[in-house]
């Protein structure tokens, strides 16, 4: 299920982009502000689904070994005038998950919501509001990744009745819903925690997706669209789910 590799997988990176081009064939968006803030002299795109293809081409990049970006003091002076990232990125907050390294996008780019396990509560929601309804961000993706110790947390919390310290019970309350319904598969996954990874991501994408009244209206509009990924902390893949 690799998106963006060149070995053989079962979805290529033209699968990556015929993901992006079912979400929309969307109009142009007019960027809310004046865009003198962008940096990395990067015009706004005109559609989510050209947001998806230059997230999907920086992943490449990074993948590669061959990032764009290298003097992060180029446009600093403009960025200071305003924002406006193309994209959002729900995201764990696991140290080696870094949405703008993953994708290799600069400063102004990426409009980035982390917290442990990617999911979206109400602050997560009114964040990703913002960041579209204000910033004009074309594309929201939610994206876990391998080896998310949230993840595995929750699962042992379900399976076991482990009782976790601290405020962490309230991370497993928001990934119980996902991580259940991995559990719940017939047959059994082979990998239960990729397994709830791919069910988290699935649950808070169709949750964005109902969100009303501004993800859901900007959707109908053809304004904004929805992706999940799963990031391969070993390979630096990102693979659609
Ligand atoms: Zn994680």
Not at 150 to 156: M, Y
Not at 157 to 166: F, Q, R
Not at 189 to 213: C, G, H, Q, R, S
Request: glycine share 10%; proline share 5%; charged share 15%.
């Amino acid at each position: 299920m690799c998106i963006l590799c060149n070995d053989g997988s079962a979805v290529s990176r033209r699968g990556f982009l015929k993901g992006a081009a079912y979400v929309a064939a969307a109009a142009a968006m007019p960027s809310i502000i004046a865009s003198s803030g962008s940096a990395w002299a990067q015009a706004a795109p005109v559609s989510p689904t050209e947001a998806a293809t230059r997230l999907a081409d920086g992943n490449a990049r990074y993948v590669a070994g061959s990032p764009r970006n290298s003097d992060y003091s180029v446009g600093r002076a403009e960025r200071a005038l305003g924002q406006t990232p193309f994209a959002s990125i729900v995201s764990c907050a696991d140290s080696r998950v870094a949405p703008e390294l993953i994708f290799d996008q600069g400063p102004g780019d990426l409009f980035v919501v982390r917290v442990a396990g990617n999911f979206v509560n109400e602050d997560g929601l009114a964040s990703l509001e913002f960041g579209s309804a204000v910033l004009g961000s074309q594309l929201i993706m939610v994206l876990g990744h391998t080896a998310c110790g949230a993840i595995k947390a929750t699962i042992d919390v379900v399976e076991n009745g482990t009782e976790l310290p601290g405020h962490l019970p309230a991370l497993a309350t928001a990934l119980r819903p996902g991580v259940e319904k991995a559990m719940a598969e017939k047959p059994a996954p082979a990998d239960l925690v990729m397994a709830a990874t791919i069910e988290n991501v699935k649950f808070n994408v169709a949750y964005l997706k109902t969100a009303k009244p501004i993800i859901a209206d900007m959707i109908a509009n053809g304004k904004l669209e929805i992706l999940g990924g799963v990031y391969d902390i070993a390979t630096g893949k990102v693979t659609l789910v």
